[in-house]
């Protein structure tokens, strides 16, 4: 090459190529997706992909989501059999696919919106075999229209959410003669202690009025020297205006990440709770906010 032709990205590149490009094979690939199984109590296999990684942990399979499955199996027609349900941070989404198998009215299975979480979310739905393909009628669709058939798409929804972000497109989904949610799901969520206000905001949000409307908390004090922090969501929940319950306290048989650090058997208890709008002659504690925002 003359040397008026000669460039400095030349002296960069070399006869060899880029020399600041990484080789191949310096990255290690993303994780694959996986799959687990969830085992109904009639004895039906559920399967539930999960993505490959997500940093808002979407990946794992979380205790919290199996109790709560569990749980609404115990008593389906005391929590989620012909009610409005609504999953926050649902992942492979397990308590809403039980819940619509159980016979809710309406589930809004909801997670962040990213694109490889709302697909496995979707995937989850489409082969899910324990929701029937058609539900009774006269349980309510889409504009409470009683006699018409409804498909799995009636029943169950996946969508994309940001907690304590405007709740009206949760809230489209459902008819505008029950126009909020009578359950919410809440499984492992409390160990993203910055997001308790926005949580409660959105329960504060799509919760339907009056006392019978629950929404259930399971989770397990996966880093134990931090409890407290964990716990600090119901007391948060409490001046917001909310009645706290515990209704459950389970322990697994072994803890789901058994090499981390910290008491193994708080590790491996699961607890549950209710938040709920206080009954008559209940009262609030000094300085507590509470009520429906509009």
Same mark, same amino acid.
């Given at each position: %090459?003359? !040397?008026?032709?000669?460039?400095?990205?030349?002296?960069?590149?070399?006869? =060899?190529? #880029?020399?600041?490009?990484?080789?191949?094979?310096?990255?290690?690939?993303?994780?694959?997706?996986?799959?687990?199984? *969830?085992?109904?109590?009639? =004895?039906?296999?559920?399967?539930?992909?999960?993505?490959?990684?997500?940093?808002? @942990?979407?990946?794992?399979?979380?205790?919290?989501?199996?109790? &709560?499955?569990?749980? *609404?199996? &115990?008593?389906?027609?005391?929590?989620?059999?012909?009610?409005? /349900?609504?999953?926050? $941070?649902?992942?492979?989404?397990? !308590?809403?696919?039980?819940?619509? &198998?159980?016979?809710?009215?309406?589930?809004?299975?909801?997670?962040?919106?990213?694109?490889?979480?709302?697909?496995? %979310?979707?995937?989850?739905?489409?082969?899910?075999?324990?929701?029937?393909?058609?539900?009774?009628?006269?349980?309510?669709?889409?504009? #409470?229209?009683?006699?018409?058939?409804?498909?799995?798409?009636?029943?169950?929804? &996946?969508?994309?959410?940001?907690? =304590? *972000?405007?709740?009206? !497109?949760?809230?489209?989904?459902?008819?505008?003669?029950?126009?909020?949610?009578? /359950?919410?799901?809440?499984? #492992?969520?409390?160990?993203?202690?910055?997001?308790?206000?926005?949580?409660?905001?959105?329960?504060?949000?799509? %919760?339907?009025? $009056?006392?019978?409307?629950?929404?259930?908390?399971? *989770?397990?004090?996966?880093?134990?020297?931090?409890?407290?922090?964990?716990?600090?969501?119901?007391?948060?929940?409490?001046?917001?205006?909310?009645?706290?319950?515990?209704?459950?306290?389970?322990?697994?048989?072994?803890?789901?990440? @058994?090499?981390?650090?910290?008491?193994?058997?708080?590790?491996?208890?699961?607890? $549950?709770? /209710?938040?709920?709008?206080?009954?008559? $002659?209940?009262?609030?504690? #000094?300085?507590?906010? =509470?009520?429906?925002?509009?």
């Amino acid at each position: %090459m003359p !040397p008026s032709e000669h460039t400095e990205s030349d002296d960069e590149t070399g006869p =060899g190529g #880029d020399l600041f490009a990484e080789p191949e094979g310096y990255y290690p690939p993303s994780p694959k997706p996986t799959k687990q199984t *969830f085992t109904t109590r009639d =004895g039906d296999v559920v399967d539930l992909h999960l993505v490959g990684y997500s940093p808002t @942990e979407a990946h794992h399979l979380w205790n919290g989501s199996r109790v &709560a499955a569990q749980y *609404f199996e &115990a008593d389906p027609a005391a929590t989620v059999r012909g009610r409005n /349900v609504l999953e926050l $941070g649902a992942g492979a989404g397990l !308590p809403s696919l039980v819940a619509a &198998a159980l016979g809710a009215r309406r589930v809004v299975m909801t997670d962040f919106p990213d694109a490889d979480i709302l697909a496995t %979310m979707e995937k989850n739905i489409a082969e899910c075999r324990i929701i029937p393909p058609a539900a009774a009628a006269g349980e309510g669709g889409a504009g #409470d229209d009683a006699a018409a058939p409804r498909t799995k798409a009636d029943v169950i929804v &996946a969508k994309g959410f940001v907690w =304590g *972000f405007d709740a009206r !497109p949760l809230l489209a989904e459902l008819p505008a003669s029950r126009p909020r949610f009578d /359950v919410l799901v809440l499984a #492992d969520l409390l160990f993203r202690h910055s997001e308790h206000g926005k949580l409660l905001d959105t329960v504060r949000d799509t %919760m339907a009025p $009056g006392p019978d409307a629950r929404a259930y908390v399971f *989770f397990t004090s996966y880093r134990p020297w931090l409890a407290h922090k964990d716990m600090a969501f119901f007391d948060l929940a409490r001046r917001r205006g909310f009645a706290v319950d515990k209704i459950l306290e389970r322990k697994m048989d072994r803890p789901l990440f @058994e090499d981390d650090p910290g008491d193994e058997e708080v590790r491996k208890t699961c607890t $549950g709770w /209710v938040l709920r709008w206080p009954r008559e $002659g209940e009262g609030k504690l #000094d300085g507590e906010e =509470g009520g429906l925002r509009a």
